[in-house]
Structures are given as structure tokens and as C-alpha cells.
């Protein structure tokens, strides 16, 4: 075995003692009551369970978007817990992958640029243009929709637009895809296709999947399946042995693409680099794919300016002229005005007596 040999040997995921309980105003709900999962790299699971017995919750704590209230998590044998945002991100960007149930793709953006998105939001995406687009290509004809990739969302069927987002998923080559409810928004005809399309991800090219279903005939596609009810396993079947170790660390198993995001090899600064340039370069691409809309954003903010320093100098000119009128007239101008009463401050009219007191 290789120095990642040593990896190898944990499991994807173990989860001890997990829950995680929200407070709601004063009402606690606890949505995972003392879950306890272990997840070996190759796995096809199903999580099912009716609505609000915890699946989602389950998952973002899997997909390291949440923290457990008490209990233990560890991906690939670290102690999620332990771990900074950064680290956080990092891993859910290069080990993981999701799918949710709206499809979450950008509209009147193409195929191809959704899929090779999450390569901007890699610390290692690093990568020219043409890298990123050859590799979105990859992705895209893995999912068998090398002819879609110009389409932008709006021209794709729901069962192709889950298809860019499983290939947009892939592209960072995770080592874990979870996907929550992939086939909610489906037909039964696009539903199955989606699960023998994640079938063949895991059975060809190693990927460990996780995904939630409500259907029975959905979860027949995976090779366990995970019962959940009110936050907690009632049952864990597994309907097909667990494969050998060797079968999945072959070469054409995206798994073991080599890259190392355990904390300890690189420097917090490093990291925190990596991360503000990779927040520069998508915040470059958002202003690119707008271009019109960045345009006429800064077209508005030049107007909004240019208007203020008008105001303000005519305001000032203004001014100006009132000063020097005041000035010409001279200070020493008394206006001496016949008969007028000044009472409280205010002058009462001219010539006039006030009647004080109704006297
Ligand atoms: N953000 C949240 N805030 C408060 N309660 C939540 C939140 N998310 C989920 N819950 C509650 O936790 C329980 C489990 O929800 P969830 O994990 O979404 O279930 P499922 O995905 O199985 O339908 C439900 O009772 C739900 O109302
Ligand atoms: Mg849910």
C-alpha cells in the first residue's frame, strides 16, 4: 500500500452518539436523536424516512454544512469538530460533492460553465480556462450530455438539468456524493434514469453515494438502505456485500485523485490565501458572465456621483453669489423704519398702536 494506504483503512464517515437538536423562540426540536452511522468508501446507500424524521439534517451534518449538537463526527477519520470554517469549506469543496432536489443551477448560464463552477471555488482550481472547460467536458459527457453543453437551463429537461447538476457535483472528483432528494421534482421515467445514471457512478467508478428518497422503488438502486424515524436508525439493511478494498482503489476510481486536504499539510495562512483568491477570481467571473449588468451598475453609480457634485457645487456657487451681493450692498446699511412696535421680537406693522390687555 501507498502513504495514503494508511487512509484507507477508515471508513468514509463514522458518526457517534450524534444529535442535533434547533431551538425554535423557546421550543426545542430535536431533529437527530443518538445517531450512529459508519460509511465505508464504495458505499450506495438510501436514507429513507417519512418527511420530518431527520434525513436532511442527517445530511448536512454529513456534508459538514452544520455542526452536531453533541456526539462526534469523522470524515475520512478527522474530527469534523475540530476543524476551522476554512477547513470546513475546503472539504466540502474538493471531497464532496451535492445534489439537491431543485436542481440549483445558474440560469441563463450554459451547461458547461454551471459544471465547471466549482472549479473557481477550489483552492486548488487553480486552472487555466481551457483546463476548467476540458474538464467540464469530461464531467458532462460522464453524465452523456456532451450535445447539451451550449444549453442553458431553461433548454434542458428536469432529468437533464439534474444530470449538469450530478456532473457539476462530480467535477472536483469528491470522494463522497451526497444527494437530498435527487429525484423529487422527476417523473418516474426521468427518476430512474437519474438513479441508474448514480448506480453507474458507483459501480464503475467507485463514488460513495448517499441519497435520500422517499420511494421504496428509488432505493432498490443502492446497496443499503438506512430507515430513519423521528431523528433516529430504526434499521440499517445492507442488500449486497460490501466490495473489496483493492476493487475500489484502481486508478480509474476518481477517489484517489491524490490530493490532500488534511489540515496538517498546509499552513493556516496558506489556506486563507488560497480562499481570498479564490473569492477574488469568482467574484472576477460573476462581473464577467453580467457584463451588462455590471455595465449599466456602474453607469448608475458614475450618474449618482456626477449628480452629487453638481448639487453640491451649485449649492456652493450659490452661495457664493448671495455673500458677495451682502458684501457689495456694504454692513453698515441701516434701514430705519417709522413707527413700527417690536414686541416678543416680532415688528408689528407700521404707524400702528397695540392694544394691550383690551385696553
Ligand atoms: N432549520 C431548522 N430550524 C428548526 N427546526 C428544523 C430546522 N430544520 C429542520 N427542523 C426540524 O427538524 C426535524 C427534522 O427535519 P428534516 O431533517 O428536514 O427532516 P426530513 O428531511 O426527514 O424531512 C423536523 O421536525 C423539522 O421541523
Ligand atoms: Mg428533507
Same mark, same amino acid.
Given at each position: ?11 468514509i ?6 444529535t ?8 426545542d %426540536?430535536?431533529?437527530l ?5 459508519t460509511?465505508?468508501?464504495g458505499?450506495?446507500i ?5 418527511s &420530518? ?6 445530511m ?5 454544512l452544520?455542526?452536531?449538537s453533541s456526539?462526534?463526527?469523522?470524515f475520512?477519520?478527522?474530527n469534523?469538530?475540530?476543524?476551522? /470554517? ?5 472539504? =466540502?469543496?474538493? =471531497?464532496?460533492?451535492?445534489v ?6 445558474l ?9 465547471a ?6 483552492a486548488? &482550481? ?9 474538464r ?8 452523456g450530455l456532451?450535445d447539451?453543453e ?12 439534474q444530470r %449538469?447538476?450530478?456532473?457539476r457535483a ?8 451526497l444527494?437530498?432528494?435527487?429525484t423529487g421534482?422527476?417523473?418516474t421515467r426521468?427518476s430512474h /434514469? ?5 448506480q453507474?457512478? $458507483? ?21 443499503r438502505?438506512?430507515?430513519?424515524r423521528?431523528?433516529q ?6 442488500s ?5 478494498r483493492?476493487?475500489?482503489? &484502481? $486508478?480509474?476510481?476518481? %477517489?484517489?485523485?491524490g490530493?490532500n486536504?488534511r489540515?496538517?499539510t498546509?499552513?493556516?495562512?496558506e489556506t486563507?490565501?488560497a480562499f ?12 464577467a458572465?453580467n457584463?451588462m ?6 453607469? &448608475?453609480v458614475?450618474i449618482? %456621483?456626477?449628480a ?5 457645487a451649485?449649492?456652493q456657487g450659490? $452661495?457664493?453669489a ?5 458684501e457689495?450692498?456694504?454692513t $453698515? ?5 417709522p ?7 416680532m415688528?408689528?406693522g407700521q ?9
Amino acid at each position: 500500500m501507498d502513504a495514503r494506504g494508511t487512509h484507507m483503512s477508515e471508513p468514509i464517515i463514522r458518526v457517534v452518539d450524534v444529535t442535533r437538536t434547533y431551538h425554535v423562540g423557546d421550543v426545542d %426540536v430535536q431533529a437527530l436523536r443518538g445517531i450512529n452511522l459508519t460509511v465505508e468508501p464504495g458505499e450506495f446507500i438510501a436514507i429513507m424516512g417519512s418527511s &420530518g424524521s431527520g434525513k436532511s439534517t442527517l445530511m448536512s451534518l454529513l456534508g459538514c454544512l452544520d455542526r452536531p449538537s453533541s456526539g462526534e463526527y469523522y470524515f475520512e477519520g478527522v474530527n469534523v469538530a475540530q476543524l476551522s /470554517e476554512v477547513q470546513l469549506a475546503r472539504i =466540502r469543496s474538493e =471531497r464532496l460533492g451535492f445534489v439537491f432536489q431543485s436542481f440549483n443551477l445558474l440560469a441563463r448560464t450554459s451547461a458547461i460553465e454551471n459544471v465547471a463552477l466549482p472549479l473557481f471555488y477550489a483552492a486548488a &482550481g487553480t486552472s487555466s480556462g481551457t483546463e476548467r472547460i476540458e474538464r467540464a467536458r469530461t464531467s458532462l459527457k460522464l453524465l452523456g450530455l456532451a450535445d447539451r453543453e451550449r444549453n442553458t437551463p431553461g433548454q434542458l429537461s428536469g432529468g437533464q438539468q439534474q444530470r %449538469v447538476a450530478i456532473a457539476r457535483a462530480l467535477i472536483n472528483d469528491p470522494i463522497l456524493l451526497l444527494a437530498d432528494e435527487p429525484t423529487g421534482n422527476l417523473d418516474t421515467r426521468n427518476s430512474h /434514469e437519474i438513479m441508474e445514471t448514480l448506480q453507474s457512478l $458507483n459501480r464503475e467508478r467507485g463514488v460513495t453515494i448517499i441519497v435520500v428518497t422517499h420511494e421504496p422503488d428509488i432505493a432498490t438502486y443502492t446497496d443499503r438502505v438506512i430507515t430513519m424515524r423521528d431523528g433516529q436508525v430504526v434499521s440499517d439493511i445492507r442488500s449486497r456485500p460490501l466490495r473489496s478494498r483493492p476493487e475500489l482503489s &484502481g $486508478n480509474s476510481s476518481p %477517489v484517489d485523485s491524490g490530493r490532500n486536504w488534511r489540515p496538517a499539510t498546509t499552513s493556516a495562512t496558506e489556506t486563507a490565501r488560497a480562499f481570498a483568491m479564490m473569492i477574488v477570481a469568482a467574484a472576477i467571473q460573476a462581473l464577467a458572465r453580467n457584463k451588462m449588468r455590471s455595465a449599466l451598475t456602474m453607469l &448608475g453609480v458614475f450618474i449618482g %456621483v456626477a449628480a452629487l457634485i453638481v448639487m453640491v457645487a451649485i449649492g456652493q456657487g450659490a $452661495n457664493e453669489a448671495v455673500r458677495k451681493q451682502i458684501e457689495s450692498l456694504g454692513t $453698515n446699511l441701516l434701514v430705519v423704519v417709522p413707527g413700527a412696535i417690536t414686541m416678543g421680537g416680532m415688528r408689528s406693522g407700521q404707524g400702528e398702536r397695540l392694544n394691550s390687555h383690551g385696553g
